[in-house]
């Protein structure tokens, strides 16, 4: 596991109750990728994602994040080192204005530029822009989602959890959807993607994990996974 990763993840158990969801996991994210993990419902994907921002503690395993261990800390301190998750589900504030949104975002981290920030994200989501006034929940389902993450670019990440985002989506959305994934990557993001949409998340992925029963089953260059049919069938029901 290489320690100087942004993101590493060692042997990490986690779960609810006397259910254990993670298995032992290992991860890592290197600064300036976009690494997808890939699984069904229920594999536990949101567990991870829950864990890894501190809003379930690990029972086991290491988390370690621009080289500190984080797997005790609470939330705003992870949020405070840069590391965002933007949850499934988009939990915007449906009667607070778009940009009444987009500035909660910088609550904890990002404050002292947040004019500059959200210049920044409707420069990416001009359509955020054009309906700053609006109340969120009058947004599409497609821009409620980006107003999530929107929200989340306002917090100055060095790494993003996208959990879910083309949930819900009509494909022509998914598709915008995952080319402002590459643009905010480009922007110097890194971005962990976790996603059932395997097609779209493999051609913007560098590596992908590949996550069933609370273990990860395969891992690897995003293009060896996409090839792999067994994998596949087996895992991703293609």
Do not use: C, W
């Amino acid at each position: 596991m290489p320690t100087d990763a942004l993101l590493s993840v060692h042997n990490l158990h986690a779960g609810y109750g006397e259910t254990e969801i993670l298995r032992g996991v290992d991860l890592t994210v290197e600064s300036g990728e976009i690494v997808a993990v890939l699984g069904s419902n229920g594999v536990g994907k949101s567990t991870l994602n829950r864990t890894l921002s501190g809003l379930v503690r690990p029972r086991a395993g290491v988390i370690r994040f621009d080289g500190a261990e984080v797997g005790n800390e609470k939330p705003p301190a992870i949020v405070a080192r840069g590391l965002i998750h933007v949850p499934e589900g988009r939990r915007i504030f449906s009667n607070l204005s778009v940009a009444e949104n987009l500035d909660l975002g910088s609550y904890r981290r990002g404050r002292k530029h947040r004019a500059q920030n959200r210049e920044r994200v409707f420069t990416v989501f001009p359509r955020l822009y054009e309906r700053r006034s609006q109340h969120a929940g009058t947004l599409s389902g497609g821009e409620q989602q980006m107003l999530a993450i929107g929200r989340g670019l306002m917090a100055e990440p060095r790494l993003i959890i996208l959990d879910e985002p083309s949930l819900g989506l009509s494909p022509l959305l998914v598709e915008e959807l995952f080319a402002l994934i590459k643009r905010i990557n480009g922007n110097g993001v890194s971005i962990l993607l976790v996603e059932q949409n395997v097609v779209q998340s493999l051609e913007v992925a560098s590596r992908a994990y590949i996550l069933a029963e609370g273990k990860f089953v395969m891992s690897g260059p995003a293009s060896d996974v996409a090839a792999d049919p067994a994998l596949k069938r087996a895992y991703l029901g293609m």
